[in-house]
């Protein structure tokens, strides 16, 4: 199965989970002549390979593109160029992501120490992992541009991914399965900390 195939198979997987409702969210997997995204506007359960837009490594959207790709480019384009080894970028719209990115103090959330947490290579021992939390801009190159300064001020990302408040999760992995493997994670963790504070309170 080629990578554009599969991340397909995981749009698909994701739309049934509900998260990529009402053709919100975006996926994308590197390729050797740059990156493939999924389009502006359609419904995530139903995309085919040739839907992809291929967003070619000279950053220049052919102008013969037959379809518009996600807006939410920028932010692919921003993780693509700063990891290296990430190989797909997958973003999505939980209602848990959203609700625990209200939770985040000085662009911060902290997580629970879930057994979860080793999915992403944490031991019992290490400090516990916070995750960075942007703002939500009206412009999407706008958050793009938070992201970038982030790295560019050399912090590093403990987890592969972060929220932006109030719209959704985005994370990257060395592959397809892993980007899934990611998005599956970090819902766990934020469901349980929906769970927990409704059951406390
Ligand atoms: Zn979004």
Not at 19 to 48: Q, Y
Not at 148 to 177: C, N, Q, Y
Request: contains cysteine; hydrophobic residues 40%.
């Amino acid at each position: 199965m080629t990578s554009e195939s599969q991340l397909i198979h995981h749009a698909n997987q994701l739309y049934e989970k509900g998260w990529m409702a009402g053709t919100s969210g975006n996926l994308s997997v590197r390729t050797e002549d740059g990156f493939r995204i999924t389009p502006s506007g359609k419904h995530k359960g139903e995309l085919s390979v040739a839907d992809l837009v291929l967003l070619p490594s000279s950053g220049v959207l052919p102008s013969d593109s037959p379809h518009r790709p996600s807006a939410e480019i920028s932010l692919h384009q921003t993780i693509y160029r700063n990891c290296p080894d990430a190989r797909a970028v997958y973003h999505v719209h939980t209602v848990e992501a959203t609700v625990v990115s209200e939770w985040a103090r000085a662009g911060s959330l902290e997580l629970p120490p879930l057994e979860m947490l080793k999915g992403f290579g944490w031991r019992g021992g290490d400090p516990l992992p916070v995750f960075p939390v942007f703002s939500n801009h009206a412009d999407v190159r706008d958050i793009a541009a938070d992201l970038e300064s982030f790295f560019r001020r050399k912090r590093e990302f403990l987890l592969p991914g972060f929220l932006i408040r109030l719209h959704g999760l985005t994370v990257w992995g060395d592959s397809p399965a892993a980007a899934f493997k990611h998005v599956e994670l970090f819902d766990f963790l934020f469901r349980f900390m929906v769970l927990s504070r409704t059951v406390s309170s």
